[in-house]
């Protein structure tokens, strides 16, 4: 079976500082693919990223930016010079790439980091 | 770009009642999920179609059941619904079964 754990479950900054979220998972399959999705207090579910098991390669985008590192198992999430609106919960989720059983397709989320910017 | 469409966005119920919630995929999205978000917790898997046939069952009690139609959308329907089932009740849709998942805005049902 998937796992995924947040260890954070809180984190407040303060505006314009940098913010990392970590998320390490644990599957003994080698082709899976890992998320991140954002949910604002509106309620949501917004997808941010997507990243297959193959690909290493640390992904940037505006402010966010993503690392994947296969040997600690970890897929962490770096917010540069946090603003208000990035206030939300953040899930980091996994599915399997290729069909094992029950359950493979369907996301596995961790518990989320609730991020909270102070203006 | 058109989204998840899930209606309705609020209902509230009574405990035993029945309630439908129904989805409709980003057009030519194949396949739909469905998981529950209790408060403060992560979602969690319900079911899945694809094609219209179910392709994956997780946590859904047996008093829940799904369909996807010829048209692609899909209903929950909750029988004898509990206080335990308030929750936030999440569609997504998909490409293939290996694809990104979008959710739709969920439904939020309250039981009473």
């Known amino acids: 079976a998937q796992k995924v754990t947040q260890a954070q479950t809180e984190i407040s900054v303060v505006e314009k500082e940098d913010v990392t979220l970590d998320c390490v998972y644990e599957?003994?399959?080698?082709?899976?693919?890992l998320f991140w999705y954002k949910q604002p207090p509106s309620g949501e579910l917004v997808f941010l990223i997507r990243r297959n098991s193959f690909d290493e390669q640390n992904e940037i985008s505006g402010r966010y930016s993503w690392n994947f590192q296969k040997s600690t198992s970890s897929f962490n999430f770096t917010i540069t010079a946090s603003q208000v609106v990035d206030s939300a919960v953040y899930f980091c989720a996994l599915s399997l790439g290729e069909y094992s059983g029950a359950g493979s397709y369907q996301l596995t989320f961790g518990k989320g980091t609730k991020l909270s910017v102070i203006p | 770009a058109a989204g998840v469409i899930q209606s309705p966005r609020h209902l509230i119920k009574e405990k035993r009642e029945t309630a439908t919630l129904k989805c409709y995929p980003i057009p030519r999205h194949d396949t739909v999920y469905w998981y529950q978000q209790g408060p403060g917790q992560d979602p969690q898997f319900l079911i899945s179609?694809?094609?219209?046939?179910?392709?994956d069952k997780g946590s859904i009690p047996d008093r829940f059941s799904a369909q996807q139609f010829s048209d692609y959308h899909s209903e929950l329907n909750m029988s004898s619904l509990e206080l335990g089932d308030s929750a936030l009740y999440f569609c997504?849709?998909?490409?293939?079964?290996?694809?990104?998942?979008?959710f739709g805005p969920g439904t939020r049902l309250l039981v009473l």
């Open positions: 179609f694809y094609e219209k046939m179910q392709s």
């Open positions: 599957t003994r399959d080698t082709t899976y693919y």
């Open positions: 997504a849709s998909s490409s293939g079964l290996q694809e990104t998942q979008y």
